[in-house]
């Protein structure tokens, strides 16, 4: 069946339809692994999206039960250049186009990947919609440029109550923004006591837990949409160890008096270069993020950078002069990607347990 990409600047691919023949909104961004597409399908922070995947040929290995990042899908929409129809993998339960269609996800395969990829870098993000090949683009398009992007993409995919996965190990208080599952496995191979919680969960509320560290999840959308959630991370520093990802890195710059701004089309892949300014030592990193903590916003501040990233200039980690509390853009658990990254999780443990022998952990 003929399906058609439209997007808000008026350009269209018309291509054959797979997963769901449903018609859906999102903004529609492109993602440059040659792998791991099941884990990138299920994170959470593409809540929203209509995904693009550079790479010409998915679906080959088809989906499992072991690579979900989440219990679903949490993509709009997906954009492939070719679909696989007989996918081979001892572990496969299912094909990516079944698996879809049962969510009710919709997907569109044989247009122009590279073209579309070309258009939203000189153009940046842009709002599409996935719709019949009969559709007239030209409304569909004016629709679309009166469409508001959403701004409650985290209660979508956050935690509403709070569960505990224990562990023998200091007990971690993990803020849900949309967690990617990968975070949790990192903290339950270190033996954490981990106790996740909602987004909206206040400071008074996760002290009471008695924690020994936070950490602050990735998640979709602008980190500026959940004021509560920086107000709580605010009144958490210098109280307890932080640390924070992706997102939770973004919310923890704007606690920080630090400012944060949309990027032109964000990075999203497994092969970005960034740099520990540190150790002066390189790292293939897992990436995911449309927003960026701004450089100039740093000046008075107490946070000092930590990471950059080589192909932009970007800030990728960043550390305050006074607290305990440090925080990444990228995912040092790497689901899909490399595990260059992966000891920052024991950084923050080795910060967490130094910080509990001096005493001075709010009981």
Request: aromatic share 8%; proline share 6%; with cysteine.
């Amino acid at each position: 069946m003929k399906r058609q990409l439209v997007l808000e600047n008026g350009e269209s691919f018309i291509g054959e339809g797979f997963g769901s023949d449903s018609e859906i909104n999102g903004e529609v961004v492109f993602n440059t692994g040659m792998t791991g597409y099941q884990e990138v399908l299920t994170d959470p922070s593409y809540y929203g999206q209509i995904v693009t995947l550079t790479y010409p040929l998915i679906g080959n290995y088809g989906i499992n039960r072991s690579d979900n990042e989440s219990g679903r899908p949490r993509i709009s929409g997906l954009i492939v250049k070719e679909v696989s129809k007989t996918p081979s993998h001892w572990q496969k339960d299912k094909t990516l186009s079944d698996w879809l269609a049962e969510y009710g996800v919709p997907a569109i395969e044989g247009i122009d990947t590279r073209r579309l990829t070309k258009i939203i870098r000189e153009h940046g993000t842009l709002r599409g919609r996935i719709v019949s090949a009969e559709a007239e683009a030209a409304k569909v398009a004016e629709e679309l440029r009166n469409w508001p992007l959403p701004t409650d993409q985290i209660s979508h995919v956050s935690t509403n109550s709070a569960y505990v996965t224990p562990g023998s190990g200091p007990r971690i208080v993990l803020v849900d923004f949309g967690a990617k599952q990968g975070i949790l496995r990192e903290c339950i191979r270190r033996g954490c006591d981990v106790v996740i919680v909602p987004y909206r969960t206040t400071a008074s509320d996760i002290l009471k837990l008695h924690p020994d560290g936070i950490l602050l999840s990735n998640g979709p959308g602008d980190p500026k949409d959940v004021p509560e959630a920086v107000r709580m991370v605010g009144e958490i520093l210098g109280k307890i160890p932080l640390f924070g990802v992706c997102l939770g890195h973004q919310l923890f710059a704007l606690a920080s008096g630090a400012n944060t701004v949309k990027m032109r089309f964000g990075h999203r892949g497994v092969n970005h270069p960034v740099r520990d300014l540190h150790t002066g030592k390189f790292m293939i990193t897992s990436q995911n993020h449309g927003f960026t903590v701004e450089e100039e916003s740093l000046k008075d501040t107490e946070l000092e950078i930590t990471h950059l990233a080589i192909n932009d200039g970007t800030i990728e980690g960043l550390r305050h002069k006074r607290y305990p509390a440090f925080s990444v853009q990228f995912h040092p658990e790497a689901s899909p990607g490399p595990d260059d990254s992966q000891g920052l999780f024991d950084d923050f443990l080795k910060m967490v347990n130094e910080y509990k022998k001096e005493g001075v952990r709010l009981a």
